[in-house]
């Protein structure tokens, strides 16, 4: 689930239609035992704060705050039940619209939660809200709604041109291709990728600042299934590497796609486990690592050996992986195997 508790800040974008103060109380006092150490007392704080003297926004953001601490404490009724509470004082509060549609999808009331993300859009909250929203969409095999959810940063592509990955992050948006992933995995689950081939022409020829010649391989490689496509870009990658940056992104890639290759089960383990992580690589990579091995197991007819793998990565990413990486590492047609297991528990 969204983490609740981290709070915006002039780097995560755009503001939401109800500006909040730079001394909102209720902020403040999250933010302060957060950094202390203490977030578990927040509840009883704001139980015992006035609030005849707190302005509109900082009431918003007491009932907003008031929902997370339960469901921070695992009672998830009680969560739903402020939120809706809150909604019912602030019907538009983009905050709490998020946060109790995000208890409806957990509830499997889906078309309610669904109905409350609509109303939740950029740039009228940050791009973590929607990046959220997205991959419940995902989750829940909604993959128009999540192409509608992301399109609006589409426009704000357009208008900036330029893609560089700082550039967009300091102005609210997603790393571009983080969103295009989002967008192709949607496009591929739905079996149209007219939107995603118009998208991928559309910024090469308009906007700069990125490597489209890598984009364009990306686009057949995930498309059609051929991550081979892409295996001579990310060699070349690696070799740019020096010794002070992690490799072990790149490498899992290449060990992932070469394990497509190979001629036998052993054979395309080894390649994954030969792939050394230090403790500056994503700490997700050995999920990576699990979840492809569960994919080797079931390609070779294994399904005592996929079912182990499987297991064991559920454990650490109860909602698998997010489209973007799952379709990065050449997963998101396997991970629809596990979905089910999802949407059932």
């Known amino acids: 689930m969204w983490n609740p508790f981290r709070k915006k800040d002039k780097k995560d974008g755009l503001s939401s239609p109800q500006d909040q103060p730079q001394t909102n109380t209720i902020d403040a006092l ?23 003297p707190l302005s509109e926004a900082e009431k918003e953001s007491w009932w907003h705050t008031y929902g997370i601490a339960a469901f ?9 039940t ?48 929607i990046m959220a929203q997205a991959r419940y969409a ?43 992933s989002y967008l192709a995995a949607f ?25 489209f010649q890598y984009l ?18 990310l060699e070349n990658r690696l070799k740019d590497i020096t010794d002070h940056f992690p490799s072990g992104f790149t490498r899992m890639k290449i ?13 395309a383990e080894s390649l994954l486990d030969d792939v050394s992580l230090t403790d500056r690589d994503f700490p997700w990579l050995q999920d990576i690592r699990t979840l492809a091995k569960a994919e080797i ?10 079912r182990q793998h499987t297991k064991s990565f559920l454990v650490r990413q109860p909602m698998l992986f997010e489209p973007d990486i799952a379709l990065n590492f050449h997963l998101l047609r396997y991970q629809e195997r596990l979905k089910l297991w999802y949407q059932e528990t």
Not at 72 to 80: C, P
Not at 85 to 100: D, E, R, T, V, Y
């Open 30 to 52: 999250a933010n302060k035992l957060q950094r202390e150490g203490r977030i578990d007392g927040l509840e009883q704080e704001l139980e015992k704060l006035d609030q005849s």
């Open 72 to 80: 921070r404490a695992g009672r998830d009724a009680e969560a739903t």
């Open 82 to 129: 402020r939120f809706e509470n809150g909604l019912k004082l602030f019907p538009n509060s983009a905050h709490i619209q998020f946060s109790l549609g995000q208890q409806y999808v957990r509830a499997r009331r889906l078309d309610e939660g669904f109905k409350l993300f609509f109303l939740c859009t950029f740039p009228h909250v940050p791009r973590d809200y």
């Open 138 to 180: 995902y989750l829940w095999n909604r993959y128009s709604d999540g192409r509608v959810m992301i399109r609006p940063f589409l426009e704000a592509y357009k208008q900036l041109k330029i893609l560089d990955d700082h550039f967009l992050y300091v102005r609210g948006l997603p790393f571009f291709g983080t969103w295009w």
């Open 187 to 211: 496009s591929i689950l739905d079996k149209d990728t007219k939107e995603l081939e118009e998208v991928t022409e559309y910024v090469e020829k308009n906007c700069h600042d990125y490597d």
């Open 216 to 233: 364009r391989a990306e686009l057949s490689a995930y498309r059609d299934d051929k991550p081979e496509l892409v295996l001579s870009f």
């Open 255 to 267: 060990a992932v796609i070469r394990g497509r290759e190979v001629a036998n089960l052993k054979a």
């Open 297 to 306: 197991a079931h390609r070779f007819n294994q399904p005592e050996a996929e």
